[in-house]
C-alpha cells in the first residue's frame, strides 16, 4: 500500500529552514500537495534548538500550517513494545525517533528524513528527502 504522506523528520526540517537547495525543494513540493504530517516529537525537536524569538514564531507558523498527528496511549503502548523488541536485538533508538516511526506506521506515512536510525526499524516506510 502506497503511503498516505510523510512525517518529515527534524534532521530535514533543519536543511529546509536553512534553505539547502534540493531539501528545500524536494519538501516544498510535499508540502504543496499536502502530503506532510507534524507531530509533537518534531515540534520538541525543532523548537529546543531555535536561538531567537523571530525564528521559533518562523517554524512554529509553518509547522503549525500542516496537520497534525497527536499521540495516543496506544501509540505510547506501541513504541515501548517496538523498543523492547529492537533492545532484544542489541539495538537502541532514542525515544523521539520510536514515537515519530510508530505515528507514521500507524498512520500508513513514511518517514522523510536523514537519520540512519528509521532504517533499522522492520516495516518503516523511509526515505531520504
Known amino acids: 500500500m502506497r503511503p498516505a504522506g510523510s512525517i ?3 534532521s530535514v526540517w533543519i536543511d529546509f529552514f536553512k534553505g539547502v537547495p534540493p531539501v528545500k525543494t524536494s519538501l516544498a513540493k510535499l508540502i504543496h500537495r499536502d502530503k506532510v504530517f507534524v507531530c509533537g516529537p518534531v515540534v520538541f525537536e525543532l523548537l529546543q534548538g531555535i536561538k531567537s524569538s523571530k525564528e521559533k514564531e518562523q517554524v512554529k507558523e ?7 498527528l497527536e499521540v495516543t496511549i496506544q501509540d505510547w503502548e506501541d513504541a515501548a513494545s517496538l523498543s523492547l523488541d529492537l533492545r532484544k536485538k542489541g539495538i537502541t533508538i532514542p525515544l523521539t525517533d520510536l514515537l515519530i516511526a510508530q505515528l507514521a506506521t500507524a498512520s500508513n506515512l513514511e518517514v522523510v528524513s536523514f537519520d540512519i536510525h528509521f532504517d533499522q526499524i522492520p516495516g518503516l516506510k523511509h526515505r531520504q528527502p
Open 8 to 10: 518529515v523528520d527534524t
Open 62 to 68: 509553518a509547522l503549525l500550517s500542516l496537520p497534525y
